[in-house]
């Protein structure tokens, strides 16, 4: 690890955060956090006009990306190559392959040199293209703009488009004459960022955030009245619960999504009837998930119900679709975890995962006879795009590996024809021949074996002294897929062995590895991770002065857990938009994610068991004077799912209590949220400067 310190020399002194103790007692156990002050008093409406941040804390987060800039200054040059490079690699006048729908076929398209994508339309069979949203021309003169696409109502005649110009993730709505091109004057703002049509395509319905950013009203609206005339559908109470809303593909049915990461319930409008009450199907019950497709008479329903850990589709007929009618249809099969699914008029089709790779199923709905869909390499990402249309035969998927470019499939569930549409270009060029990837699995801790999915070039030496940046998630059930990444490449084509950990906290191999990664178990993720960096060091991969570890989020946390636990493992460490103040924040009920969160991490307030769980682990709480490696935190200013407070306070932390160590640098993005700047050509850039960094650390520039 002295290696990689050594590359930093001649820096400036670091900006020293002024300390001002604030003592918190819970559960007879005080604790005093000395950079409680950097919490703006505002944040809530300084998400909505950042102008208005404090100037101390404001002063402090430029001071700390000046620090940034001196420290990795000497990597401009590298960052402009990377940036090319990865730039080179995309087809910068791409469109997508349209998508059929009644008497057109929709899609999105990118321009050269054009940042934000257009949505356009065809004739059903092909024609003109009409250009629905221009998202180039929509985000000039905006320092940050993300698009949450256009969805058309079921008549095509509008379109219902969004747009989020903060970063903090409150969308205005907008309606769209799709003939005319001209925007009506309905606006509608504070809302999660999309609608759902009525038939008649004369109103929609939607999802408004709260002022805590949680999603808790379902609001109809009527094109032509203001936002403050519509009609107030459904409430969620209950704060630690979010709430979507979503159509069918018949049209016949709203349907109401109100879920945790653990729990869901749904209720029902009848689209023949908009100002009907929504009709709950199954009450809540803790720990029991379902979703719902419907088809024709009768609803689909995925669920863990009855101890189906792995989940199961029962049947139940729309007149009646309370969980006392439900009827399994697909037995639920131990280590056969089916992830989502879909209705069609013959068929039911769904997404799998088995040993932890994925592959879908095409059952008839009329003689019950099934068939796989499934690929043979060792590790490789599968998509179901399914179709706009309720009566076809033909559905639409993706693939790929860390060595093959996505590939887009239409599929004919009756003859099993699979006709390729697109592969992705990679204008620089790209030979799969040149790379490797390949599936490890490292015995972790209690003799789990954690898979490890992993992408070098072929002329790699795996004699030890390769560099690796090995990435990790490991919560929410999210499952990290081995897909390709022409972002990558830029690490394999400079010798480094790129590599996904698939730690528990994910649903990798099973629903069993996430719950062996949450609560009390939280702490199987760290171990997982450090046991993978362990199994690539003694396999000869790489050594540990060689690995840069990256995560962000959730996996930022797991970054800073790292960090604390095994510092002498890692030459440097990315920690994007990092979860580390896990403590503080989920005794904070006030914050947007917060008590949603609580049946993934614990509740603290409640509990002085789950107050200890994290407590044992929360970044922040756990940084010790140890010789910690260079750390890279990025956040963003406006970021409601992890504030930028948290980062800010950890860097703040780590350089007074380990002054030796480090460096520890902090870049907060002051016009960005959550994932960071929105352009594709922008993402680029932020990408670059995190692996020039990588590269610096591992000494290879």
């Known amino acids: 690890m002295a290696k990689s310190k050594a590359v930093f020399q001649n820096l400036p002194s670091p900006p020293k955060a002024p300390k001002k103790p604030v003592s918190d007692t819970r559960h007879g156990i005080t604790r005093s956090d000395d950079y409680a002050w950097m919490r703006a008093d505002n944040w809530q409406a300084m998400f909505k006009d950042p102008s208005i941040l404090d100037p101390a804390i404001r002063a402090h987060l430029e001071a700390e990306n000046a620090y940034m800039e001196a420290a990795l200054g000497d990597t401009a040059e590298l960052q402009s190559r990377l940036f090319a490079e990865m730039k080179g690699r995309i087809k910068e006048d791409d469109s997508s392959v349209p998508v059929k729908d009644g008497p057109f076929a929709y899609g999105t398209l990118y321009v050269t040199g054009g940042e934000q994508a257009h949505y356009f339309?065809?004739?059903?069979?092909?024609?003109?293209?009409?250009?629905?949203?221009?998202?180039?021309?929509?985000?000039?003169?905006?320092?940050?703009?993300?698009?949450?696409?256009?969805?058309?109502?079921?008549?095509?005649?509008?379109?219902?488009?969004?747009?989020?110009?903060?970063?903090?993730?409150?969308?205005?709505?907008?309606?769209?004459?799709?003939?005319?091109?001209?925007?009506?004057?309905?606006?509608?703002?504070?809302?999660?960022?999309?609608?759902?049509?009525a038939p008649d395509g004369k109103s929609f319905f939607y999802t408004l955030q709260d002022e805590n950013h949680r999603p808790s009203k379902v609001f109809h609206h009527i094109v032509g009245q203001k936002q403050s005339e519509d009609r107030l559908v459904f409430e969620e109470r209950d704060p630690g619960f979010f709430m979507g809303v979503g159509g069918s593909l018949l049209d016949d049915v709203i349907y109401i999504d109100i879920h945790d990461h653990e729990t869901s319930e749904y209720h029902l409008i009848p689209t023949s009837d908009l100002t009907a009450n929504p009709v709950l199907v199954a009450e809540r019950q803790e720990g029991i998930e379902y979703s719902m497709t419907e088809g024709g008479d009768?609803?689909?329903?995925?669920?863990?119900?009855?101890?189906?850990?792995?989940?199961?589709?029962?049947?139940?007929?729309?007149?009646?679709?309370?969980?006392?009618?439900?009827?399994?249809?697909?037995?639920?099969?131990?280590?056969?975890?089916?992830?989502?699914?879909?209705?069609?008029?013959?068929?039911?089709?769904?997404?799998?995962?088995?040993?932890?790779?994925?592959?879908?199923?095409?059952?008839?709905?009329?003689?019950?006879?099934?068939?796989?869909?499934?690929?043979d390499e060792?590790?490789?990402?599968?998509?179901?795009?399914?179709?706009?249309?309720?009566?076809?035969?033909?559905?639409?998927?993706?693939?790929?590996?860390?060595?093959?470019?996505?590939?887009?499939?239409?599929?004919?569930?009756?003859?099993?024809?699979r006709t390729l549409l697109k592969t992705q270009e990679v204008p620089s060029g790209h030979d799969a021949d040149d790379y490797v990837t390949r599936r490890v699995m490292?015995?972790?801790?209690?003799?789990?074996?954690?898979?490890?999915?992993?992408?070098?070039?072929?002329?790699?030496?795996?004699?030890?002294?390769?560099?690796?940046?090995?990435?990790?998630?490991?919560?929410?059930g999210m499952t990290i897929p081995a897909s390709f990444s022409t972002n990558a490449l830029s690490l394999a084509d400079r010798g480094f062995v790129y590599a996904i950990a698939h730690v528990r906290g994910g649903k990798d191999k099973g629903f069993a590895w996430y719950e062996d990664g949450k609560m009390e178990a939280k702490q199987n993720t760290f171990k997982d991770f450090i046991a993978a960096a362990d199994h690539l060091v003694t396999q000869g991969f790489t050594a540990y002065d060689s690995i840069i570890a990256e995560g962000g989020s959730a996996g930022g946390m797991l970054m800073g857990a790292i960090a604390n636990m095994a510092p002498e493992k890692f030459a440097g460490i990315i920690a994007a938009v990092p979860f580390v103040d896990v403590?503080?924040?989920?005794?904070?009920?006030?914050?947007?994610?917060?008590?949603?969160?609580?049946?993934?991490?614990?509740?603290?307030?409640?509990?002085?068991?789950?107050?200890?769980?994290?407590?044992?682990?929360?970044?922040?709480?756990?940084?010790?004077?140890?010789?910690?490696?260079?750390?890279?935190?990025?956040?963003?200013?406006?970021?409601?799912?992890?504030?930028?407070?948290?980062?800010?306070?950890?860097?703040a932390r780590l350089r007074d209590t380990a002054p030796e160590a480090g460096p520890y640098l902090l870049k907060t993005n002051m016009a960005a949220g959550h994932g960071g700047k929105s352009g594709r050509f922008q993402r680029l850039e932020e990408i670059a400067f995190e692996y020039a960094f990588a590269i610096k650390v591992a000494g290879k520039m």
Not at 304 to 316: E, G, M, Q, R
Not at 389 to 415: C, G, H, K
Request: net charge negative; hydrophobic share 35%; proline share 6%.
């Open 378 to 417: 060792e590790a490789y990402s599968l998509g179901l795009a399914g179709a706009a249309e309720y009566d076809t035969d033909v559905i639409r998927f993706s693939y790929s590996s860390m060595t093959t470019p996505s590939q887009l499939f239409d599929y004919n569930m009756a003859t099993r024809e």
């Open 442 to 476: 490292a015995p972790s801790h209690d003799g789990e074996l954690v898979p490890v999915s992993l992408l070098y070039r072929k002329d790699t030496v795996l004699d030890g002294s390769a560099p690796c940046l090995l990435y990790g998630y490991g919560a929410y």
């Open 298 to 375: 009768v609803f689909y329903i995925l669920t863990n119900a009855d101890d189906a850990k792995d989940f199961k589709i029962v049947v139940a007929p729309v007149s009646a679709p309370g969980k006392e009618n439900w009827t399994d249809l697909v037995a639920h099969e131990p280590g056969r975890l089916i992830l989502s699914h879909m209705a069609f008029a013959r068929h039911l089709v769904w997404l799998e995962r088995r040993e932890g790779l994925p592959r879908i199923v095409v059952r008839d709905r009329t003689s019950g006879e099934e068939h796989a869909i499934a690929f």
């Open 583 to 651: 403590l503080n924040t989920m005794l904070d009920d006030t914050l947007p994610l917060t008590p949603p969160e609580w049946p993934e991490w614990g509740n603290p307030l409640e509990s002085e068991e789950e107050y200890q769980w994290i407590a044992a682990y929360s970044p922040y709480d756990n940084v010790a004077k140890k010789d910690y490696p260079p750390i890279l935190a990025i956040s963003g200013l406006t970021d409601p799912r992890v504030t930028y407070w948290e980062p800010t306070k950890w860097v």
């Open 121 to 197: 339309r065809t004739p059903r069979d092909g024609g003109e293209r009409q250009l629905l949203l221009d998202g180039d021309k929509e985000a000039v003169g905006k320092d940050y703009f993300r698009l949450s696409g256009i969805d058309h109502s079921t008549d095509h005649s509008h379109g219902i488009w969004g747009y989020d110009d903060k970063g903090s993730e409150y969308f205005t709505l907008r309606v769209r004459d799709l003939k005319t091109g001209e925007d009506l004057a309905d606006v509608i703002d504070n809302t999660a960022g999309g609608g759902v049509w």
